[in-house]
């Protein structure tokens, strides 16, 4: 709603003065000599944002969207702790395809054009033409893009809001729960200790311990393992908050074995030779599965293995959550079908002891 208010400077000259407030819209002035300019101006900027079409910055206008993304990946991602390598490649795919437009014409409808787009193209790097990207993969790349463009609102001043929110993402499937047979337990253990003995098998042993990410394991340093108090405790994570999981039994036994012949060149308890970076063990990892005839697995799938197997100890989605380190319950609620099995089981043991001496 805009509202026009008359002014007279301290040398008695008067002057028009609207102001414009919309819902979800910071407010927007501006001063006029007329007051017919002053009706044209509100009427005609109020329409336009109504319909998501302002951008009245005059940053905006001279800034372009290379620009926005250059400075982004100059300033701002350097400073991320985690998926750098993806977002990076997000931007640059957003930065070919819109680079040349200026950011106040960077609106809802082109932004969607080339969501469609991202979704109809085939996959990159993909041998088969026909295998097109993940509506997932999609909303990520998005989300990636609508990060830039808050900081190009909030911090910068260089635009007025963030056209992604005006952008439908895609609908993203249920997420997918693979875990591990007991049969296929075995075989893979066994691949892994046939592939890699020393570096291999103890990470998968971990991650199946503890349902840790890869990246996780990967960055875990000495110095963050309490033997003493059978402690591991994760700086670098997903979420970018520390995590500390209790490690025993077989996990515990390969770390002590791991670090009777540490390496003293570096940090890190899988590093690599010059000792600089953790270990890749990708292609190791891929020859296991294979040996191990698996169908379908990845490595995020030992994740869920360990999910499964705490539910079906008896444990709750809230405890889940914690040891897994979600923010929210609604990512392992994916397990909720193996825990109700085992709290059937409780009501039903609770019911029969209440009400023993009614039952004929």
Not at 110 to 123: N, T, V, W
Not at 230 to 238: D, G, R, V
Not at 290 to 296: I, M, Y
Request: proline share 4%; hydrophobic share 35%.
């Amino acid at each position: 709603m805009a509202t026009i208010e008359k002014r007279v400077d301290k040398d008695g000259k008067a002057s028009i003065r609207v102001k414009i407030r919309v819902k979800g819209h910071p407010p927007i002035s501006a001063t006029f000599a007329r007051k017919t300019d002053a009706k044209r101006w509100a009427q005609k900027t109020e329409a336009a944002i109504r319909e998501g079409q302002y951008f009245g910055t005059t940053e905006s206008k001279k800034r372009s969207v290379t620009d926005m993304i250059d400075r982004y990946l100059r300033d701002v991602l350097p400073t991320r702790r985690s998926d750098k390598a993806n977002v990076k490649r997000h931007l640059e795919w957003w930065k070919e395809q819109l680079g040349h437009y200026r950011l106040c014409d960077l609106r809802p409808p082109l932004i969607a054009e080339h969501r469609d787009k991202l979704l109809s193209d085939p996959a990159p790097k993909a041998k088969n033409q026909s295998k097109k990207r993940q509506p997932g993969t999609v909303v990520r790349y998005m989300t990636s893009l609508s990060v830039v463009m808050s900081y190009a609102v909030k911090e910068w001043g260089w635009m007025d809001e963030n056209p992604m929110f005006k952008v439908r993402k895609p609908s993203e499937p249920r997420g997918r729960v693979r875990h591990l047979s007991d049969d296929e337990h075995q075989r893979l253990l066994e691949a892994c200790r046939t592939v890699d003995e020393k570096y291999l098998y103890p990470i998968v042993i971990l991650a199946l311990s503890t349902g840790c990410r890869l990246g996780e394991i990967l960055h875990l340093e000495w110095g963050h393992i309490d033997f003493k108090r059978s402690l591991l405790t994760f700086h670098k994570t997903k979420n970018d908050e520390r995590r500390s999981v209790h490690v025993s039994g077989h996990s515990l036994d390969l770390l002590h074995e791991l670090n009777k012949v540490r390496r003293i060149n570096s940090p890190y308890v899988f590093a690599r030779e010059d000792g600089k970076k953790p270990k890749e063990i990708r292609k190791k990892w891929e020859k296991a599965v294979k040996q191990s005839e698996l169908q379908d697995f990845r490595f995020h799938d030992l994740r869920h293995t360990c999910a499964s197997y705490l539910a079906k100890q008896g444990a709750t989605l809230l405890e889940i959550s914690a040891i897994l380190g979600h923010k929210t319950l609604a990512m392992v609620k994916r397990y909720s079908h193996i825990t109700e099995q085992h709290t059937a089981g409780i009501l039903e043991r609770m019911n029969d002891q209440q009400f023993k001496s009614m039952v004929k």
